[in-house]
């Protein structure tokens, strides 16, 4: 496993919201974690990435306890992308990007050549070389996304945790966000780990689905095995009918309410 949480405790302060979980990241996998709001999806995102230490257990990352790695070592093999990032007012997208070079630096290494290389491909990777003098501020929600994801690119690493990277984005600019993510899995080999919402979208982008509720993993899989409509049901409170995709096929999560249904009148 490339990245492992093991009897892991989680929480804040006097507040604990994941106790004893363990879960496994295999390499080269795009994995979504999904569940209700609250049950704990990016508590467990932060502690993989090191952002969040637990209170129990430990998180491994290439069988090595990640809370005693040094904190550039780490950057320089996992990339995070936090839930609504936020950059400084007027910070171009080729400034933003080339920030995901600073784990590379040091006092007796600055800015290079590889830097540079860095950088240029990973604006080519998002599509964002025609927009790499552009106030950040000044792109639409999908761009932004992409610029953001750009800078975790150009760290160099191969591993990538990202927290609800659709939000707040209309369905169009979720599709092209999405389709970077598969894109990049596919073409440079990055294994990603991302929360997600939209049950559907989920299923069609990730390869495995880890399924959430009250801190705990209820189940973890294929697509096929994880979004069954008595797991729907349990895990969201959800009547639902779950039919094939028919573009692609994965499963298609289709509501029926959140209420039993009438008993009809004799």
């Not at 025609?130 to 150009?154: T, V």
Request: proline share 6%; glycine share 10%.
């Amino acid at each position: 496993m490339r990245l492992q949480a093991v009897d892991v405790r989680l929480g804040y302060g006097d507040r604990l919201v994941v106790d004893g979980l363990d879960l496994g990241i295999e390499s080269g996998t795009i994995t979504a974690i999904i569940g209700p709001n609250g049950c704990g999806k990016s508590t467990l995102l932060r502690a993989l990435g090191r952002l969040l230490r637990p209170s129990g257990g430990q998180v491994l990352l290439d069988g090595r306890r990640i809370d005693g790695l040094p904190a550039r070592e780490v950057a320089r093999v996992l990339g995070v992308l936090p839930q609504a990032p936020v950059a400084p007012e007027g910070l171009t997208v080729a400034d933003l990007v080339a920030r995901g070079r600073h784990p590379h630096q040091a006092w007796y290494r600055q800015w290079s050549r590889d830097d540079e290389a860095a950088v240029a491909e990973a604006l080519e990777r998002t599509g964002l070389l025609d927009l790499a003098d552009r106030p950040l501020d000044e792109l639409s929600g999908g761009q932004r996304q992409r610029a953001w994801i750009s800078m975790a690119l150009a760290q160099g690493t191969d591993l990538l945790l990202l927290d609800e990277p659709t939000t707040f984005l209309d369905l169009a600019h979720q599709i092209e966000v999405l389709e970077l993510i598969g894109r990049l899995h596919a073409e440079a080999g990055k294994t990603v780990v991302m929360v997600l919402h939209d049950l559907n979208l989920a299923a069609r982008y990730a390869g495995r689905l880890v399924a959430m509720k009250d801190g705990r993993v209820v189940v973890a899989g294929a697509p096929e095995d994880v979004l069954t409509e008595e797991r729907v049901e349990e895990i969201f409170g959800l009547r639902a009918r779950v039919i094939a995709d028919p573009v692609v096929g994965t499963p298609l999560v289709v509501p029926i309410g959140t209420r039993p249904a009438p008993v009809p009148r004799p």
